[in-house]
Each structure stands twice: as structure tokens, then as C-alpha cells.
């Protein structure tokens, strides 16, 4: 075997994989805390800016893609099986960093965004109501800004901020947080 393709996933033998599958499995439940069956289930290990938690794909990246993966997207996969092609795994619960199984479901990206301007609006209340920013308002724009094509003044009208302060944001030149 080339060492090329013992890198790529698709030619690995399927014992192989089984057992990487249970590496990572372990790694991944032993960071959950699992409460009860319709709690929420908090991630103990490490947490991304945006509030989701992450785990290292790696050394069993074959089975997942990518380097970090996240948290709740394993947690779908162990539970329930692969996630098809560009479908994003959703909170039912307002809590980015639950694994539950139970709080996941599949949902596409415009899904994605209707659920998270529902949630923030249903945070924030009013959207009309001006408020001052503060560290969650700014780490959902961030969030948004990675992640939603809007333009910065469409983003920055959902926040009652300017477009030059979502600029700014973004840029991290403004709200330098800590974690
Ligand atoms: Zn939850």
C-alpha cells in the first residue's frame, strides 16, 4: 500500500476503520456530560469562540473530515449515523455546546440561519429596541459574520449597529474578548 492511501479514508480496511471509529467514540463521550435523557448535555472539552465545542478528528480523521470537528455534529453522527452532504446539525435547545442526540436535528443552512435570528430575537426581545452590545451580541456577530453571506449593513440592522461598528467588530479592532 502506498503511503498516500493509507491516508485516504475510502482505502482503508473496514477493520481499520471500526476500530479508529471507537477511538474517536471514546475520546468523544468522556468529554460529554451526559445528564439526564432530556436535559442538556454539556461539552466539557475544548469550546470554539463561537460557543460550540470542538474535538481534535485527528488521528481518526479518515472517519470524519477535517482537523477540529464539532462537538454536536459527532455527537449526530455517533447517535444517529452520517450527516448528509452540506446539512448542518441544529440545537433545539438554546445551547451551542449541548451533545445530547436528542437536541440535534439536521437542517439546512437557511434552516441554520432562520433558527439562530429566532433564537437571538427571542434572547434579546425586541429587535427594535436599541441596546447597547455586549459580549454574547458580539460574539453572535462574529458568528454571523463567518457564517452568513449578508452583507455587514444588513447584519449591522439586525443588531441596530452601524455597518462600519459590525466592520470593526469583525475585524476584531473593537471588543478584544477574553475567551
Ligand atoms: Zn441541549
Partial sequence: MQP???NASHTLPR???RRTKR???????A???RRGPTDCWPWRGSIKKNGSGQIGGEPEGNILRGKKLYA??????LARGLIPNDLHVLHRCDNPACTNPAHLFLGTHQDNMADM???RRHAHGDRQTRRKLDQHRVRAIRWLALH?????HVLG????VSASNVDFIVRRLTWKLTA
Fill in 4 to 6: 498516500d492511501e493509507e
Fill in 157 to 160: 440592522r439586525e443588531f441596530s
Fill in 23 to 29: 477511538g474517536l467514540e471514546n475520546r468523544f463521550w
Fill in 148 to 152: 452568513d453571506p449578508a452583507p455587514h
Fill in 72 to 77: 454536536h455534529r459527532v455527537a449526530y453522527e
Fill in 15 to 17: 477493520a481499520i476503520q
Fill in 31 to 33: 468529554k460529554v456530560e
Fill in 117 to 119: 435570528i429566532a433564537k
